[in-house]
Nanobody, 125 residues
């Protein structure tokens, strides 16, 4: 129903910046919210950011607040994650996700219906 493709990952030095993109296609009119999650080896999936599709509400966990910014361009059906002051602990595979059932910007991965394949972000000291 909704297809998501992430891009923009790569290798970056600690303190640097990256901007991830998530291009959505298919039945994008049904999307209510978009989110970013990440998963490092040996760790569980972690909530990173969320944004409402039709508004400007956003949500972040304390671990990235003040460093990461989520934004969207509805005309391009694209969501972005600007990551500044990157740290080695930010190293993970980053996934884009779409929620078609709720406007609540929760941090549970179970709330999201569609997922991209992920893009690797590696931060070295």
């Amino acid at each position: 129903q909704v297809q998501l493709v992430e891009s923009g990952g790569g290798l970056v030095q600690a303190g640097g910046s990256l901007r991830l993109s998530c291009a959505a296609s298919g039945r994008t009119f049904s999307t209510k919210a978009m989110g970013w999650f990440r998963q490092a080896p040996g760790k569980e999936r972690e909530f990173v950011a969320a944004i409402s599709w039709g508004g400007s509400n956003t949500a972040y966990p304390d671990s990235v607040k003040g460093r990461f910014t989520i934004s969207r361009d509805n005309a391009k059906n694209t969501v972005y994650l600007q990551m500044n002051n990157l740290k080695p602990e930010d190293t993970a595979v980053y996934y884009c996700a779409a929620d078609t059932t709720s406007y609540f910007l929760g941090g549970s991965s179970n709330a999201y219906d569609y997922w991209g394949q992920g893009t690797q972000v590696t931060v070295f000291a």
